[in-house]
């Protein structure tokens, strides 16, 4: 080999060009790449459980440990109320289901006020640092859905409330008056 190739590091030396009649040894580029690997999958595995710690510390036994969820479900009520939703009821899942702590039910008179609704609810949950991660039921729908992870709205037309009657599926769960 030439001698600028000899003072090449590994990673340079393994992108250079080789000429067909020479070999690099790559063992150390190998070794080198091994180590990074070990490193980042290490790194992933402590962000991991660091997440989880995390997580575990914010659930408890009545599934959170602050009052920042029930505040977000009164002001998603609200909302729904502020934008004249109709037969509005606030459940708290947490001692239903680990998969979200309240859902907001409400009724709109259009698709029209369904998804003013809607919109309106992302914005102030964005405002308070929630935003939406999932969304169903735009367009022709009976239902709209807005998920922000521990409170859920339903807006449905009368019919599509009359048709899959969530507070009859989910009666389990106590109501909470939004309205206090």
Do not use: C
């Amino acid at each position: 080999m030439s001698e600028t190739q000899q003072d090449n590091t590994p990673e340079e030396a393994a992108s250079a060009p080789v000429p067909i009649d020479q070999t690099v040894d790559l063992s150390a580029t190998e070794s080198a790449a091994a180590e990074s690997a070990a490193a980042e999958s290490a790194a992933a595995e402590s962000a991991a459980a660091e997440s989880a710690a995390a997580e575990s510390a914010t659930v408890s036994g009545s599934g959170t440990t602050s009052g920042d969820e029930t505040a977000d479900a009164l002001i998603v009520a609200r909302v729904a109320d502020d934008f004249r939703g109709a037969d509005i009821i606030l459940l708290d899942m947490r001692k239903i289901t680990p998969i979200v702590d309240f859902f907001v039910i409400a009724t709109a008179s259009s698709k029209r006020q369904m998804k003013a609704m809607a919109e309106e609810t992302d914005i102030v949950m964005k405002k308070r640092g929630s935003t939406r991660r999932g969304a169903e039921g735009e367009g022709e729908s009976v239902w709209i859905l807005r998920d922000y992870g521990h409170v859920v709205l339903h807006v449905f037309t009368p019919e599509g409330r009359q048709l899959y009657a969530l507070e009859n599926l989910w009666a389990d769960a106590p109501q909470v008056d939004w309205r206090e």
